[in-house]
């Protein structure tokens, strides 16, 4: 425990029931439910205590009963091994040989990420609509004719000499030459939305093995 | 902690540093390995100069540097993966997505009201105002100066807005929330609240007219040296790398926990800034970070510059509260 005071969520909030069972039809995309069976002859108690270090970690804070264990986390470190959860219950349900250790553990990262993709789409509606906005001043910028660059810019002998290539008229190649002239585009913003579309489904699975792997092991620990 | 002296200065009484380069840990495996990660740094600025340098004209434009950029840091997230500096900074899916959506802050939104108020729209008006376009001169030098002066005037623009940070409070709050990162991964550099990275990206360098083949091989420099700031790769350096440019290590002990080895270190590629400055030390640090290696989320970066000098301001000003805590400490 590390000062902060957990509530036995398993009471509380965590597994709604009555009216917000509809909730389970989308509640996957943050929250994450399994279980691992316990290893033959352990009891819940000595299942809990296995699991229990897991929680001793910067930011969480955890309370547990003979049976279950509930935690909550507050900007949890980088290398916490649950980081992504924020606060989930643990419990051991039967006896053994067929006792296990059901979880359910609730992730805000999960669910922002599945949501970027949706500011990421507004970010590129908004930049076509600046540049809609801004179409007709960029024309007549482009119309005014540049003398003072008509001439292409001079190459040093060193230069020459070396083989680089003759510089072109500047102008030529426009905004690509350097960055003062670029227009923003939407295309990022489209990238970044299939970024994290692909990151939230990556890390929903990923995420899902590693918690089942991590309280495994724990419970096969000797 | 005694620390060590550097200098007038007593690095690491804080939080553990490891000061000198004969102490820094050296790549561990084969000669291969070895070979690799000792001359993997100078041969990809090599490579890129000499791409920039004879690249046709035809895809000698910064869409083809975008491209190349976006390949290089996939490839050094792999040289993270195969050889990382401390387990403690090993990638996770959660720092990797929240790292991401700060680049991509900066790739859409950013760019969109950099167009606007940022060091283009600033550039574009400081030429006007100071007929700074006589300067012509400049394009007629070997390209290589021009890059290097390109390169050299932008870092030393950024050294002096990046010290004004550590030093001045209303600057400071806006790169505080930068330090809260606890590991260094090669996308950390875009962490930090979007004012500051608009601030950092003023430099005089930008004022000046140049060729778009110098401004490319400029930024050789920064993405050859620069981005080796934020990543988790044990490289075995060659010295005569750490003494001109910015390396790992020294970025390392800046976001160090410790509060006089935060205050080093503040150039983006060239070191030897900091070494005429006298603000350079040579060593590296694991433990990163500031209140203990409390990990700040994304909502707090957003808004802590804000909120921290609301807190600040009421407590100055505001009549009966004096007894608000200041949680941001200047200089840091």
């Given at each position: 425990m590390t000062g902060m005071t957990a509530?036995?969520?398993?009471?509380?909030?965590?597994?709604?029931?009555?009216?917000?069972?509809?909730?389970?039809?989308?509640?996957?995309?943050?929250?994450?439910?399994?279980?691992?069976?316990?290893?033959?002859?352990?009891?819940?108690?000595?299942?809990?205590?296995?699991?229990?270090?897991?929680?001793?970690?910067?930011?969480?804070?955890?309370?547990?009963?003979?049976?279950?264990?509930?935690?909550?986390?507050?900007?949890?470190a980088s290398q916490d091994p649950l980081s992504v959860f924020e606060r989930g219950v643990l419990r051991v349900e039967g006896t053994a040989p067929e006792g296990r250790l059901r979880y359910h553990l609730v992730s805000r990262a999960l669910l922002a990420c599945f949501l970027a993709p949706l500011l990421f789409l507004g970010f590129a509606q908004l930049t076509i609509l600046v540049n809609a906005y801004q179409k007709p001043a960029a024309e007549a910028a482009a119309k005014k004719p540049d003398a003072k660059k008509a001439d292409a810019p001079p190459m040093h002998p060193i230069d020459k000499a070396l083989g680089a290539p003759e510089p072109e008229k500047p102008g030529?190649?426009?905004?690509?030459?350097?960055k003062r002239n670029r227009k923003p585009t939407p295309t990022p913003a489209y990238v970044f939305a299939g970024i994290f579309a692909a990151l939230y489904v990556g890390g929903r699975i990923l995420e899902d093995r590693l918690v089942k792997r991590l309280f495994r092991k724990r419970l096969l620990q000797a | 902690m005694n620390g060590i002296r550097v200098g007038k200065r007593i690095i690491g009484a804080d939080s553990p540093v490891t000061i000198g380069w004969e102490n820094i840990p050296r790549v561990e495996g084969g000669p291969a390995k070895q070979f690799i990660?000792?001359?993997?740094?100078?041969?990809?600025?090599?490579?890129?100069?000499?791409?920039?340098?004879?690249?046709?004209?035809?895809?000698?434009?910064?869409?083809?540097?975008?491209?190349?950029?976006?390949?290089f840091k996939v490839l050094l997230l792999g040289l993270e993966w195969v050889n990382p500096r401390y387990r403690s900074w090993q990638l996770t899916w959660k720092e990797l997505t929240t790292d991401l959506f700060y680049v991509g802050l900066g790739y859409t939104i950013l760019r969109i009201v950099d167009s606007y108020i940022g060091s283009d729209v600033m550039a574009k008006g400081i030429q006007h105002a100071f007929h700074w376009d006589k300067f012509t001169w400049f394009v007629g030098l070997p390209l290589l100066v021009?890059?290097?002066?390109?390169?050299?005037?932008?870092?030393?623009?950024?050294?002096?807005?990046?010290?004004?940070?550590?030093?001045?409070?209303?600057?400071?709050?806006?790169?505080?929330?930068?330090?809260?990162?606890?590991q260094l991964n090669i996308?950390?550099?875009?962490?930090?609240?979007?004012?500051?990275?608009?601030?950092?990206?003023?430099?005089?360098?930008?004022?000046?007219?140049?060729?778009?083949?110098?401004?490319?091989?400029?930024?050789?420099?920064?993405?050859?040296?620069?981005?080796?700031?934020?990543?988790?790769?044990?490289?075995?350096t060659p010295a005569?790398?750490?003494f001109i440019f910015n390396t790992t290590e020294h970025h390392s002990l800046h976001h160090s926990r410790d509060y006089e080895a935060s205050r080093s270190n503040y150039s983006g590629t060239w070191i030897f800034i900091d070494r005429i400055f006298g603000t350079c030390v040579d060593g590296e640090a694991e433990l990163l970070g500031m209140e203990g290696g409390r990990r700040m989320s994304i909502v707090e970066q957003m808004h802590y510059p804000f909120t921290e000098a609301w807190k600040t301001l009421k407590a100055k000003f505001g009549r009966g509260r004096f007894d608000t805590p200041e949680s941001a400490v200047p200089a840091e």
């Open positions: 509530q036995p969520i398993w009471h509380e909030t965590v597994i709604p029931e009555g009216p917000r069972v509809n909730m389970r039809y989308i509640d996957w995309i943050w929250h994450v439910r399994g279980s691992v069976p316990l290893p033959e002859g352990q009891t819940a108690g000595e299942a809990l205590d296995r699991i229990e270090p897991v929680f001793d970690e910067v930011g969480t804070a955890h309370v547990r009963s003979d049976a279950a264990l509930s935690f909550t986390k507050k900007n949890p030529k190649n426009g905004a690509e030459g350097g | 990660f000792t001359w993997f740094q100078p041969a990809m600025l090599l490579a890129l100069l000499a791409f920039w340098y004879y690249a046709p004209n035809s895809i000698a434009k910064a869409s083809t540097a975008i491209g190349i950029g976006i390949g021009q890059a290097f002066l390109i390169s050299f005037l932008f870092d030393f623009g950024q050294y002096w807005m990046h010290r004004g940070m550590h030093n001045w409070y209303p600057l400071w709050l806006t790169h505080a929330p930068h330090h809260y990162i606890t996308n950390k550099g875009a962490v930090g609240n979007p004012v500051e990275l608009f601030l950092i990206g003023l430099g005089v360098g930008g004022f000046f007219d140049f060729l778009p083949r110098a401004f490319l091989l400029a930024g050789s420099f920064g993405m050859a040296v620069s981005t080796y700031q934020h990543i988790n790769v044990r490289f075995n005569w790398w750490r």
